[in-house]
T-cell receptor, first 112, second 117 residues
Framework: LAKTTQPISMDSYEGQEVNITCSHNNIATNDYITWYQQFPSQGPRFIIQGYKTKVTNEVASLFIPADRKSSTLSLPRVSLSDTAVYYCLVGPLEEYGNKLVFGAGTILRVKS | GAVVSQHPSWVICKSGTSVKIECRSLDFQATTMFWYRQFPKQSLMLMATSNEGSKATYEQGVEKDKFLINHASLTLSTLTVTSAHPEDSSFYIC?????????????FGSGTQLSVL
């Protein structure tokens, strides 16, 4: 299983762009990279998923370099409500879920 | 996206009693669901994989006789914490796989906060 490493915490201010990087040096060929957001006392919420290069949706962008050994979640113009824990998960889709291991995640604190 | 509904949101029970938590996939069928436990300020820990129509697969260290899992239909999995004790107090979360936007993704329930007195 690909182990992931993320910063423990990050601080930002409202309106700024936040980039959270995740290292996954032993990512396998059939592994996808998925990011989840979790608020206190709630289940994680899917943010974005990708395999290579760049993926963008209405809430975030995911940048994956050619070697795929890391990925960066980019949150444009964060607000106070983006304060949460962000998890980077790496695993194969065909065994999705039972092969996913949640790391410690990154606590993002957005200040006014 | 897909919706996973989990009930109850919170439950308080006396030590020695059993508590059942339900996890439903509302707009899709889920042959596989997952149960996690999360302690305060910690990450999610996978407890077991729930398979529709067959026995659940438990992670190492998780007592299958204490955490009973039933997945009798394609939209419902239940976790029963039997003979609960204070150390079982935790946040329990279920999830299910759904094919959305071209790929499979995990969708999570809102979680159940269990407090055992």
């Amino acid at each position: 299983l690909a182990k992931t490493t993320q910063p423990i915490s990050m601080d930002s201010y409202e309106g700024q762009e936040v980039n959270i990087t995740c290292s996954h040096n032993n990512i396998a060929t059939n592994d996808y990279i998925t990011w989840y957001q979790q608020f206190p006392s709630q289940g994680p919420r899917f943010i974005i998923q990708g395999y290579k290069t760049k993926v963008t949706n209405e809430v975030a962008s995911l940048f994956i370099p050619a070697d795929r050994k890391s990925s960066t979640l980019s949150l444009p113009r964060v607000s106070l409500s983006d304060t949460a824990v962000y998890y980077c998960l790496v695993g194969p889709l065909e065994e999705y879920g039972n092969k996913l291991v949640f790391g410690a995640g990154t606590i993002l604190r957005v200040k006014s | 996206g897909a919706v996973v509904s989990q009930h109850p949101s919170w439950v308080i029970c006396k030590s020695g009693t059993s508590v059942k938590i339900e996890c439903r996939s509302l707009d899709f069928q889920a042959t596989t669901m997952f149960w996690y436990r999360q302690f305060p300020k910690q990450s999610l820990m996978l407890m077991a994989t729930s398979n529709e129509g067959s026995k659940a697969t438990y992670e190492q260290g998780v007592e299958k006789d204490k955490f009973l899992i039933n997945h009798a239909s394609l939209t419902l999995s239940t976790l029963t914490v039997t003979s609960a004790h204070p150390e079982d107090s935790s946040f329990y979360i279920c999830s299910a796989r759904a094919f959305v936007g071209g790929n499979e993704k995990l969708f999570f329930g809102s979680g159940t906060q269990l407090s055992v007195l």
